[in-house]
């Protein structure tokens, strides 16, 4: 079992920056953790996934030069840094991971992965 805490959600203008984190506890680490988002009325989407054991990573176009995904393994953490924020990146912003995998899981794989976090809102304004 893996319980997944994210923080560092909160209200920002356009231009802004933002990083969230992802606290994995529990009774393993997870090989794969990623960053997905759901705004109202639409389907959830993936923003960002990293290789824990490798730091092979994998973006969502949309996020590219903007977002870095990053992870502290002493800490058993994984950080989201948002940068040049804008108004269509408002949505709650969800943490998930997958116990075991050989390399990065792709973003567009949201069912591969095997835990999810609450989700914490992010909002940025015009």
């Known amino acids: 079992q893996v319980q997944l805490v994210e923080s560092g959600g909160g209200s920002v203008q356009a231009g802004g920056s933002l990083r969230l984190s992802c606290a994995a506890s529990?009774?393993?680490?997870?090989?794969?953790m990623g960053w997905f988002r759901q705004a109202p009325g639409k389907e959830r989407e993936g923003v960002a996934a990293?290789?824990?054991?490798?730091?092979?990573?994998d973006y969502a176009d949309s996020v590219k030069g903007r977002f870095t995904i990053s992870l502290d393994n002493a800490k058993n953490t994984v950080y989201l840094q948002m940068n040049s924020l804008k108004p269509e990146d408002t949505a709650m912003y969800y943490c998930?991971?997958?116990?075991?995998?050989?390399?990065?899981?792709?973003?567009?794989?949201?069912?591969?992965?095997?835990?999810w976090g609450q989700g914490t809102q992010v909002t940025v304004s015009s």
């Open positions: 998930a991971a997958k116990i075991i995998c050989m390399r990065v899981v792709p973003i567009s794989a949201l069912y591969e992965y095997d835990y």
């Open positions: 990293i290789y824990t054991s490798g730091s092979s990573t």
């Open positions: 529990g009774n393993t680490y997870p090989n794969c």
